[in-house]
């Protein structure tokens, strides 16, 4: 009976978090920048699911619901 | 005496409940305590028992000449309160508020001739307006808590008007979320953006939401007598005992 072949493990790659946490902290031995930086993500998840909240954390609007002054679509 | 405003960023946002139990919660942890409200809605006396028929306050007394210590009343816990009274029209509202321009330290002026044991904590329910009657309170509070609901709105005015009371030097001002439920998503992230962004002026004490709260106040109650197991009893005692270790530094700073 033919037997399945282990599956091969794949060789070990450091996933995108973890490559940004890289590059975000650089140092991995001052904890306290690593945990400044998670705080920080937390924050921008948590205002970027909320267009408003968003625009009021500065971090951007949404150009497609953006009003314009009325005067503006005068003819 | 050590004076609280409590101050709601919007409408609605609860500092009316917060003024009532943190008065009670205090003078349930033996503290010398009185509970102002100068609030027009003059909703205050409500968690407290009074009548819902009876009009006595300061306001009108004020108006009309008479003692306003006439109007202080007691709970049936024990809570000295004053509450704002029934005005019987705008036109006394706008003397009252005409009067309070002219005499802009009335209320810090007469809670220093009140004979009280020094130790006493007045929390004031605070009005967002009409200015003058906000003003009298900021002018003799220590301490600003600003009360701020899990939603959007509530969460750009508190952040914003923290960082107006910081930049005027004005007194040290904490918001205190309230009807928070980490079941909804909204809440949560309105929750991390405080913690993150405004660590500093923010209460480490969470009002958590209760449906005990509207339960207590149907019942001309607290949720110290009405349910004194629930959630709101329990987050209300932890917010007094912070108020007080607070206001303890605030001393240390004077």
Redesign the interface.
């Known amino acids: 009976m033919a037997q399945h072949a282990p599956k091969q493990q794949a060789p070990y790659a450091a996933g995108n978090d973890v490559t940004s946490l890289f590059s975000h902290f650089g140092d991995y031995s001052r904890r306290a920048t690593y945990h400044e930086v998670v ?2 993500d ?2 921008i998840n ?2 970027c ?2 267009p ?2 968003a625009e ?2 500065g971090i951007g609007a949404d150009p497609a619901i953006a009003t314009i002054p009325a005067a503006a679509t005068a003819k | 005496m050590k004076v609280v405003a409590v101050l709601s960023a919007i409408g609605g946002a609860g500092a009316t409940t917060i003024a009532a139990h943190l008065a009670t919660a205090l003078h349930l942890q033996k503290r010398q305590t009185l509970a102002f409200d100068f609030c027009t809605e003059n909703l205050l006396r409500l968690h407290f028992g009074m009548s819902w028929n009876d009009n006595g306050g300061f306001a009108a007394d004020l108006l009309q000449g008479r003692d306003w210590h006439k109007s202080a009343y007691r709970s049936a816990t024990g809570v000295d309160f004053v509450p704002f009274g029934q005005l019987t029209s705008e036109e006394s509202l706008d003397r009252l508020t005409g009067w309070l321009k002219e005499h802009p330290g009335w209320f810090r002026n007469q809670l220093s001739a009140i004979q009280a044991p020094h130790d006493t904590i007045t929390i004031c329910d605070c009005p967002r307006m009409p200015a003058a009657l906000r003003e009298q309170v900021l002018a003799a509070a220590d301490l600003i808590l600003l009360v701020c609901s899990p939603d959007t709105v509530s969460y750009a005015s508190a952040t914003r008007i923290a960082a107006e009371v910081r930049m005027a030097h004005g007194p040290s001002t904490m918001i205190v979320l309230n009807g928070f439920d980490s079941s909804r998503r909204l809440d949560r992230d309105i929750s991390v953006l405080l913690r993150t962004q405004h660590k500093a002026s923010l209460s480490p004490v969470v009002v958590h939401r209760d449906e005990s709260l509207r339960e207590a106040l149907a019942c001309k109650q607290t949720v110290f007598d009405f349910a004194p197991s629930s959630q709101a009893a329990y987050d209300f005692s932890a917010l007094s005992t912070w108020t007080l270790a607070r206001l303890g530094q605030e001393e240390v700073h004077a």
């Open positions: 705080r920080q937390a924050a948590a205002a699911r909320w408003l909240l009021i954390e």
